[in-house]
């Protein structure tokens, strides 16, 4: 899934005037990306399940 | 869909707010919603959900290309309306605007699930950092294309508040996984 966000940052930052800033920002998400081992499961943040009622 | 499994849905008219891939319309569906409203202001999420719903639910799901700020369905119409990973793509001001036009929709005595991500720092080990900081980057080119971040992580404490002030009531707040393991830790599964 970390893949689909390099690739979210790869597609924005082709709109993105400068080049140098285009590399640099897409080298530093390809960086972090390689501190991941094939197959680790890396966690951040929880996710909330809310269930509401409409008052009457 | 932990929560979700224990509603019975069969019967209900039901709005999936945000179509996404369509995961939450085809469950409802197939148990045994008595129509489904799969809303979205992206045609391409609504085509995509659209082919892979299997051709037995057709009938029973109405896929809407729309504003969710403006929803072209009557005053209290939904028996229950799921919200499942929309709130992290929407900006403070829509989300107020949006839960407003849910709150129009809903029957009284509705039912309302929302499914999101609470912020990364809620939950964080050793290795989270390279998470947090892949997500910066993201936010950050967004910011230089369109204005705004990709991503927003409200706190559930706030999604709740807001629902209180348009008239819910809060029944239950879970952090999903929570039953299954026992434990908070198995959330925000981003694996390489």
Known sequence: ?56 | MSVIDEIDVRGLTCLEAGTGAGFMTRYLAERGAKLVYSISNNQEHLDYARKRLPKKYIEKVKFIKADLRKLPLLNRTIDLTTAHMLVNVVNPVDLLLIFKELTRVAKNNALMVVNDYNPLSSYRDERSHIVEELFRIENATHYLTRGEPALVWYPSEYISEILKFLGWRIETVELMYDRTHGRRSCSKNISK
């Open chain 1, 1 to 56: 899934m970390l893949k689909e966000h390099l690739e979210v940052i790869e597609n924005e930052c082709e709109k993105i005037n400068g080049k140098n800033l285009r590399r640099s920002l897409v080298s530093l998400a390809v960086e972090i990306l390689n501190q991941v081992d094939e197959g680790e499961t890396v966690y951040a943040g929880t996710i909330y399940s809310i269930v509401a009622r409409k008052k009457k």
